[in-house]
């Protein structure tokens, strides 16, 4: 799944590409261990040295469209998956204590929606103190009293869209206590929460492992479902097979968009006719014990490319071919994304949609094209999005290659996506100046013969000391595909 900005084994000099065997997948139930869980809140203490962490959870669901599910860093922390519950640490000296204020179920909704530990329980399963939530209050103004700092994590869903959240329980808390103790000192811990989050543990790989190989499975189901007529009939395959094979929900809203559908990156409703001559960006995966992973698939409708649907497939598989050679351990996450933008721009120019590599365009949106002339290059119309996120208990999860010296290091599970969208909406969109004038008038005889057409390409990978290995196995090759559709089930009436 694109983060908004703007087959078999291959070994050659400096990197390694294992496709990896459904049987190196653990069994079904692997875990983390408490322990774990406890060393995760010792490095946070460490790095902290003193202060007060106090995390939220996420509040008990308002809808009754499925089961609660935890925030990634509360989980992440303390691996308590109930609902109202709040965890505040007092580390002094590197050293924490911490506590989770949790709050009962109503003895009526329990009856509907189950009964939640009480504090022996927590001990016992988690070795953590606890108290009602309704004392938080009170314990957080005395330490805000005796002047310890205050690191908070926010309790948003994603990080993607936390500048945009609403004012949350955790945030509205905060700032109360803020207010009560004048000068006392508020801080994010969500950057350091994050880079111990950017590298994932053999525990967190073997979950996302089982994650993509039941995902793998979705593409599979979905390459060989009967002729679809809607999106919605590809979808139902792919989640059908997720949850028979032991995933827990969809990572993300599945994404089955076909013809002009697929050139929307993150078109979620799945409701489109699905016609012969079109392609389908089927962009879904599962989550597996909170673990998501993220694979992307473009396939023909009809189960055959056309000519022109093979050669833009095919680019941006050369694309993402060029960026796994440049990823692995110590290599530049900057060069993989160069290196797989360089090959779908020489493609563009090639088939003509650009009117040369380096030919420029005024964006439709913001950009410094002194600073960053790349961002205003004509084949960025056609690719708008990076390559590359970490996964992890969010689809797009923190990476260590996102910090530091950004260089991909044993611990990293990320994706590799390339993408191009070609439609003559896409050139509706420019802003009227000379410049744009000259390029549409070229190229919009070629984006004609392409119109509507959507092709992305993502698989998962983990760094290992010693290499890259994809950990996610559905066919991806032209002839790959095209073999596999070819036995698809028979037609639904």
Request: aromatic content about 8%; overall charge neutral.
């Amino acid at each position: 799944m694109t983060r908004p900005t703007a087959g078999g084994s291959r070994c050659s000099t400096g990197w390694r590409l294992v496709v990896l065997a459904a049987a190196a997948t653990p069994a079904l139930g692997a875990q983390i261990t408490e322990h774990e869980f406890a060393a995760r809140r010792d490095s946070l203490a460490k790095r902290i040295d003193s202060g007060v962490v106090i995390a939220f959870g996420g509040r008990t669901p308002i809808t009754d469209f499925g089961p609660f599910h935890q925030l990634p860093a509360f989980h992440y922390l303390t691996n308590f998956d109930e609902p109202d519950a709040a965890m505040l640490m007092v580390v002094r000296g590197g050293r924490g204590t911490t506590t989770l204020f949790v709050t009962p179920a109503d003895p009526r909704a329990a009856f509907y929606y189950g009964w939640r530990p009480d504090s022996a329980a927590v001990r016992a399963q988690h070795g953590l103190l606890a108290r009602p939530f309704a004392s938080l209050a009170a314990v957080a103004d005395s330490l805000a009293a005796a002047g310890l700092p205050f690191y908070t994590l926010d309790d948003f869903e994603d990080a993607d869209f936390a500048r945009a959240d609403s004012l949350t329980r955790g945030r509205v808390f905060v700032r109360r206590v803020a207010e009560r103790h004048p000068g006392l000192s508020v801080k994010n811990a969500h950057p350091i929460v994050d880079q111990l989050r950017a590298r994932k543990s053999d525990a967190e790989i073997a979950l996302l492992r089982k994650a993509a190989e039941i995902s793998s499975e979705g593409h599979r189901a979905a390459m060989t479902a009967p002729l679809p007529h809607h999106e919605y009939e590809l979808q139902a395959a792919l989640e059908y097979t997720f949850t028979r094979l032991g995933g827990s929900r969809p990572a993300y809203g599945s994404i089955v968009g076909s013809g002009l559908n697929g050139t929307q990156l993150h078109y979620m409703k799945d409701r489109g006719e699905t016609k012969l001559g079109d392609l389908v960006v089927i962009d879904a995966a599962t989550e597996y014990e909170g673990y998501a992973a993220d694979i992307t698939r473009t396939i023909p409708v009809s189960g055959t490319f056309t000519r022109e649907q093979r050669q833009m497939y095919q680019l941006v598989r050369d694309a993402q071919a060029a960026a796994e050679k440049m990823a692995g351990p110590g290599k530049s996450a900057q060069a993989a994304q160069d290196s797989s933008v360089a090959v779908r721009a020489r493609g563009l120019a090639a088939l003509g949609l650009v009117e040369s590599v380096d030919a420029a365009f005024d964006p439709p949106w913001t950009a410094d094209c002194a600073r960053t002339p790349a961002s205003c290059r004509q084949a960025m119309l056609w690719m708008i999005h990076g390559i590359s996120h970490g996964l992890g208990l969010a689809v797009h999860d923190p990476a260590q290659f996102s910090y530091g010296d950004r260089v991909y290091k044993p611990g990293d599970v990320f994706t590799i996506e390339p993408g191009v969208y070609v439609s003559l909406r896409m050139l509706d969109a420019l802003p009227d100046t000379p410049k744009n004038r000259a390029f549409i008038a070229k190229v919009k005889p070629i984006v004609a013969r392409y119109e509507n057409t959507g092709v992305r390409i993502e698989d998962d990978y983990v760094v290992t000391p010693t290499g890259l290995e994809r950990i996610s196995n559905a066919p991806r090759e032209i002839a790959e595909i095209e073999a596999l559709m070819k036995n698809r089930q028979r037609p639904i009436p």
